[in-house]
């Protein structure tokens, strides 16, 4: 246990670390927020989606050559750079429109464990309390 936790650690802090990239609000209306920005020649989306009013869920994604989303960890390189950028768009959009929780899943076991590491640092630094419930919550 100690092994993995130094590793989540220094995974932690080098998406801390990573340089956060350009991004745009690229739409917004009474339920749903997002956010687009690039990285090298892969764009991604940051979308919020109001579950019901207040609760907000998150997800973000690689555009795909037809259109869609994907939401899979896509092998890119780019997990930093994505990770610190995604949060950058959060702590902006928390600011913004004051939720009362911010949620997102992950399925993949890795993403989980990054994920579960992450929440007391995002709910640092938006002010929000972070818990775990099946779903990341804060």
């Known amino acids: 246990a100690g092994l993995v936790h130094k590793y989540l650690t220094m995974i932690l802090q080098e998406i801390i670390n990573e340089s956060v990239s350009e ?9 749903s927020v997002t956010a687009e920005f690039d ?5 991604y ?11 907000w869920q998150l997800d973000f994604g690689l555009f795909k050559p037809d259109g869609t989303t994907s939401v899979e960890i896509t092998g890119t390189g780019n997990a930093f750079s994505v990770f610190s950028t995604v949060i950058d768009i959060l702590v902006d959009f928390v600011h913004m429109h004051s939720p ?29 309390i972070g818990t775990q419930k099946g779903v990341s919550t804060f």
């Open 100 to 128: 009362k929780v911010v949620w997102f899943t992950a399925k993949e076991p890795s993403r989980q464990k990054t994920y579960k590491r992450m929440l007391p640092r995002l709910a640092r630094m938006t002010g929000m």
């Open 23 to 31: 991004w745009d609000w690229v739409e917004e209306d009474i339920d």
């Open 39 to 43: 990285i090298g020649s892969q764009r």
């Open 45 to 55: 989306n940051v979308e919020f989606r109001m579950d019901q009013p207040g609760m």
